[in-house]
């Protein structure tokens, strides 16, 4: 599943069968490897809160599911949720082999079923694969290192694994 897929998607609780929100924002760790939680907001003037991916207990097609409203609070006061990185700042982290090719910048990140790990990065299409309908794809596991300046390493084989053929 793509992680903007989430976003708009309702957050229930299992508690009291309530609608909380809805997904505002996915929250990633700083590597980018693993979900740590969502942001949630109620309603138009509502202040965002979130809750951790821990505290989540099923991810469908037409709702997040949280145990009771407990569970969702200010995302300051979430201790798993320290230093997470939202989807809308991931988009745009420069990939560059490590021979110093640029390939492009993160489009979109794919997640399991379970919306827990991340398993692999669409490169924003350029205009060749926008006119191809291709979408350059890394698997997560080809990723070597993500720096904080947002970049991030993949190995010089990946740039001839995702060139046109």
Do not use: C, W
Not at 52 to 66: I, L, Y
């Amino acid at each position: 599943m793509k992680a903007s897929d989430l976003k708009g998607r309702a957050v229930v609780t299992l508690s009291d069968a309530i609608k909380v929100g809805r997904v505002d924002d996915v929250l990633f760790d700083a590597e980018y490897r693993k979900v740590l939680g969502f942001r949630i907001k109620a309603g138009t003037f509502s202040r965002p809160e979130a809750v951790s991916r821990a505290n989540v207990t099923g991810v469908g097609h037409a709702a997040v599911t949280v145990r009771s409203p407990d569970v969702i609070n200010v995302e300051d006061r979430l201790s798993d949720l320290a230093g997470a990185v939202p989807l809308s700042r991931a988009r745009g982290t420069k990939v560059v082999t490590e021979g110093g090719e640029l390939l492009g910048t993160i489009g979109e990140i794919e997640l399991d079923d379970e919306a827990r790990a991340v398993t692999a990065y669409r490169l924003a299409p350029r205009l060749g694969d926008r006119l191809r309908r291709r979408e350059p794809r890394i698997e997560a596991r080809q990723v070597l290192r993500l720096g904080e300046g947002g970049l991030m390493i993949v190995p010089n084989a990946v740039a001839e694994s995702i060139r046109p053929t």
